[in-house]
């Protein structure tokens, strides 16, 4: 997968609590969850994109709950955030919600683009303006900055864009991973860091903004590490080189997505499974603190939330004690 | 493509250095991929991170 961008919140697709490891996402998501809960914010999202464009109103309504961006954790992290630097206004962060599933609707169709080379038809009519919506809805919870974050958006868009180009380029044959690639794999959620300034700047913290949008792209490099062994079938498929793949495929001739178990194996043989996850929780350690630094507490919780799911998940395979761990 | 490296990246790029170095001296000694096969347990579902 591409992976998808928070603001555009990708995100988290597991249920609470459930997820590699199955440690449970910090109280801080869930209580947003509560307070929000996700059918009235699909539900938002669903009346804002029929009222712009009611000839698609069929269309919209039968979107699947994940065109939006489902219950996740990582959804609900902005407004979360937010809440805990003092941020209290039910309706501001209600519709920061319903922005952010907007995004999150854009971004599945470009992400479905770029990872498949098809998108449906339909999608494609309302992804436009569902950015166009996500944006608009999102500089107007400011409106007196919306050239600044507007330009926030493009600067960060760029960055995203920078991401998919390295991802792209080991598309054209078995092009080796280098180190940077790999540390900065949480620049695909770049857009997603507009959010959190706004919620900074709104419950005047300001000057957390940019510390916790560093810490917030590392722990996203986490969880593409984590995402890429998961997909790791999936993407061969699709062509979409991720790392696992690539060292899959330069330490094993002919491997066939149609045989999975095959390809995971590989995976693991190859060391990158391992690699994978070791690198993994040293992006969740380091994004733990660097959000403590800024006092980004949400982050931070979540951060070890992942670096205990994926340290359970590399104990699990070392326990096998097969080659390659 | 060239990738300027932010200085307080320095240290995962080191770490995923390392990483990648791991998994390029394994290259030539793989292990057989049937053995780690009937090994493995089943796939668990989990979902997406993101």
Redesign the interface.
Known sequence: ?T??I?AAP?????AAG???GGAPLPAALLDEQDRHPWAEVSRHARQRLSAALPVMRDEVTSYADSVFGLT?G?FYLPAAQGRCWGLRDEHVLGELLTVLALGHCHYVFQDELIDEGIAPAKLCLVSDTALLLYLDGLVDLRPTESTRYRRLHYDTYATYCAAI??DL?HRSGLV?????????LGDK?APGTVALHMVADLAGRADRAVPAS?ALL?L??G??L??DL??AVEDLRTGNRTWPVT?AL???DELDAAD???V???V?????AA??L??AC??FG?AAA?ADAADADVIADLARV?HRRAAAELRQLEA?G???T | MQQTIPADMAELTTHAEQELAEVSERRESAPDIEEIRKRMPQANGDQDAW
């Open positions: 997968m992976g998808n928070p990708a995100v988290v697709r597991a459930s997820g590699v996740s990582f180009l390295r380029r080796p991973y280098t180190a940077s690639e790999l540390a900065a959620a560093t590392r996203c490099t969880l593409q984590v995402d998961k997909d060292a330069s330490a094993y999975p178990e095959r995971r194996a590989a693991v043989g190859c060391g990158v690699g994978s070791r690198l040293a992006a380091e660097l992942w096998l097969l080659p390659g």
